[in-house]
């Protein structure tokens, strides 16, 4: 079926990602993995492209149309399931933050960098003691004088080890639950300020997943992101374009390793015939692309209205969940379709499935998104 969203530019702009990709990225994809995360090459790099500032302002390389951020995620996913989600905490996810609640100070300050992928963004909402309930976060920022003073603890974040700046979700009113949440913008080399180890994940490997600790770490209200005590709404009103980042990506990803089980089961033969001949698969593959384009469908949908300001929070929320549910059904079936080749790592299929679990988990699990989409519907 005709995708009908994207104009001639933004398949422009989808070539020259793809030039890129193919020159730059692509053939170091191995080295990405073994690193367990992306080199600051490929952050200046993408910068160099005007691919990192995509969601700022025009003066800071904005596209001012969310196409063109689901074209780039697109490509990405076609590549690895990482690579949509590391830039995507840049570019849809973070950076939106400084642009739209920041000050000129702030947004002089740190977009620039941000653009050109000399500042690396990270998000810092999840702690040890829990993600959903992010209401009950337990990071204190603390006044004193004419600072603030930030302890606690954060996890799982993505991009953390490389991070040059994380936004960060504090109690400044212990009085107050979700009222008394202050996001503040962290530079990496506060004193206080330290990372764990890269965490050791299931999949995704190339992401650089971290923990990240604040020991007394002083920031002033020029580091405060948006309003006191507003952090818990600016989050809520942010999550509706990491979600839809997510499902663009979602769908991408599958549909390209769905793409190359097709041609994997035309090559493989077995009892004399291809194995996709065989009418089960056959009819599985029937299925499968049927399901990826009816979720493509809805995903472009979402992606239209968001490019006009129109998207809401339950909407992202349904794309976000079925799109990883889709994602995952449908992965887990392309292992299958590779036999025992599907259960081996050097096998890309094998990589995407075990990438792909955790898009159930992140970004709002799915039950917080049907706990969402219920309460839509008045229950
Ligand atoms: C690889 C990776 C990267 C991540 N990147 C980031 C990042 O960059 N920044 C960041 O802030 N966070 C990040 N996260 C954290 C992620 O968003 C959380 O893991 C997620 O929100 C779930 O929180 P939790 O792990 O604390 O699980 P919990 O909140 O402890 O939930 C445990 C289980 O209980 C279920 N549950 C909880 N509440 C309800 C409810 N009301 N109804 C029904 N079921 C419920 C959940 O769905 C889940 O199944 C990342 C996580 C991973 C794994």
Known sequence: MKREIYTEDHEDFRAAVRTWLERDVIPNTDKYIADKALPREFWLKAGENGFLGLSLDEEYGGAGDFRFNAVLEEELAKVSAALPTCVGIHTDITAPYINELGTAEQ???????????????AIGMTEPSGGSDLAALKTTAVRDGEEWVINGS???????YSCDIVIVAARTDPEKGAKGITLFAVEATKEGFSRGRKLDKVGMEESDTAELFFENVRVTDAEIVGELNMGFIHMMQKLAQERLSCAVANV??????????????????????????????????AELFTQIEVAEAYIDKCVLAH?????????????KMWSSQTQSEVLDHCVQL???????????VARAWRDARVTKIWAGSNEIMKEIIGRDLGL
Do not use: C
Request: aromatic share 12%.
């Open 107 to 121: 947004k002089e300050r740190w977009l620039p960098g941000v653009a050109a992928g000399e500042i690396l963004l």
């Open 252 to 285: 991408a990803h599958a549909k390209q390793i769905l793409t190359e089980t097709l041609q994997y089961a035309k090559d493989r033969q077995a009892f004399g015939q291809s194995i996709g001949n065989f009418q089960h698969n056959k009819f599985l593959l």
């Open 307 to 319: 490019s006009k300001g129109e998207l809401s929070a339950v909407e992202a929320s349904k794309a």
């Open 338 to 348: 590779h036999g025992g080749y599907g259960f081996m790592n050097e096998y890309r």
């Open 154 to 160: 954060k996890t799982f974040i993505t991009n953390g």
